[in-house]
């Protein structure tokens, strides 16, 4: 396969290193891992065509790769798989600042993108903390702390252009805001994790750089007098960009890992945008006082771009803050996703939890959607007991009238609760991916567990 692959693409497109391999058998949150047969870094969409074809004719599978940064296992190999890595497609192709659309390559990253709009006064907002290729947060759905405000990766994708199982290469959608023509498959791509099809082109949302930024940090006695306040917050109907949720033991990690000094209290982030300074004081000045009858016993305000900018970064490092205070170990990362009113008794009850369990970890959460993670680190012994965590946290959820994952998709660790979740509609999505990918070559194995 190896020699057949450098024969159609040439030797400069594939690679059977080690540490290529080892690199394209993994994702960020999951602990097996298993090597591809090879890494083919792809140039173009005929390149992808060809990978699928010759897959195809020879029972390999194929998984897209954009920056490895997914969480659920979606990366694994499963059976021999041929890991197909997009990001040498990282070409900014066009942008319309006149009607806020640029259309991008697959492997282009949300900071390049953004790198490139400043100079226009727009920015692409999907913001999942890590730099994300496009085409990797288009495949899973990809939201993060700007979502309540701007939306996930749904929203903001108007086109793309995939390449199918059988190596033909299909656009999906119009570049335009709304439309009524025919059946919306662009989405039914948008979170399939490369099961459906190779996601190589995207046609994005671009949105005006907010004139005016107003962000605060709030602190509260427990983490249900945050969650409380949050949802608050969103009752009143506060067109908030950004509304984050951090734990205390989150808050003391990041003081550690980043050199900070935030008091160690459970944290609401809130962020207003506006255009104009009055709006955005009315905005902050109703939302302190709601917080403040919600329990707030402290706030600051962030009052330059340079503390704005700290602050995200906080927010965002809140992870490796956590790895890095306990090395060696295994983090099992879980979200969840809740109707809003039902939010802050699902956040109390994942901290009884974890407390009860006697776990080591953290909360946060885009707590503005009633979408929040749990992140354990836990030693071999403890491992077993962190996935009963998460299958608990999973199953209140889905009680409560929620779902599985908010964000970060199926993938392995999510698939058994499918069933529970979608009961008979599971059916159909089996017969949308046989219709789809009738061989079975993209990324098998996941997101759909098995009719058996």
Request: aromatic share 6%; hydrophobic share 40%.
């Amino acid at each position: 396969m190896v020699n057949r692959l450098i024969e159609l693409l040439g030797k400069d497109k594939v690679s059977v290193s080690q540490s290529d391999l080892e690199a394209h058998g993994r994702d960020e949150g999951y602990p097996e891992t298993a090597k591809p047969v090879a890494v083919v870094y792809a140039e173009s969409p005929q390149d992808v065509s060809a990978v699928l074809e010759l897959a195809a004719a020879n029972d390999h599978a194929v998984i897209p790769f954009g920056a490895g940064t997914s969480l659920e296992g979606s990366l694994l190999p499963l059976k021999p798989t041929i890991s197909l890595d997009l990001t040498r497609m990282n070409r900014i192709l066009e942008v319309h600042p006149e009607d806020f659309l640029a259309v991008v390559e697959a492997g282009v990253t949300r900071k390049q993108l953004n790198e490139r709009l400043r100079r226009e006064g727009l920015f692409f907002p999907v913001d999942p903390g890590a730099d994300a290729s496009l085409g990797g947060m288009a495949a899973t759905n990809a939201s993060g702390t700007t979502t309540v405000r701007y939306g996930g990766m749904h929203q903001n994708v108007l086109a793309l252009e995939a390449v199918m199982a059988n190596g033909e290469v299909v656009r999906f959608g119009r570049p335009v805001r709304k439309t009524s023509s025919g059946y919306d498959l662009k989405d039914l791509l948008i979170g399939s994790e490369g099961t459906l099809g190779v996601i190589t082109k995207l046609w994005v949302k671009l949105h005006p750089l907010p004139a005016e930024v107003h962000t605060l940090r709030v602190y509260f006695e427990s983490i249900t007098d945050a969650a409380r306040g949050a949802y608050a917050l969103m009752a009143a109907g506060l067109p908030v960009a950004r509304l984050e949720l951090v734990d205390e033991q989150a808050i003391a990690a990041v003081n550690r890992h980043l050199n900070r000094s935030y008091p160690e209290k459970p944290l609401l982030l809130v962020e207003f945008h506006s255009s104009t300074p009055a709006a955005v004081a009315a905005e902050s000045e109703f939302a302190e006082e709601l917080l403040r009858d919600a329990g707030a016993v402290g706030m600051d305000t962030a009052q330059t771009a340079e503390e704005r900018t700290a602050q995200w970064e906080a927010r965002h490092e809140a992870y490796w803050a956590l790895v890095h205070m306990y090395p060696g170990r295994e983090y099992l990362l879980t979200d969840t996703a809740v109707p809003l009113s039902k939010m802050p008794g699902l956040v109390e009850y994942a901290q009884k939890l974890m407390q009860e369990m006697q776990l080591t970890g953290n909360i946060l959460g885009h707590v503005g959607d009633g979408n929040f993670h749990t992140i354990i680190a836990a030693t071999a012994e403890e491992y077993p007991r962190a996935e009963e965590f998460s299958k608990k946290l999973v199953t209140r959820a889905l009680e409560l009238g929620g779902t599985a994952t908010g964000e970060h998709g199926i993938g392995l660790r999510k698939m058994k609760f499918m069933e529970a979740e979608h009961g008979p509609a599971l059916a159909w999505m089996r017969r949308v991916k046989q219709a789809f990918d009738p061989a079975g070559v993209l990324n098998p194995g996941k997101v759909l567990p098995s009719a058996e």
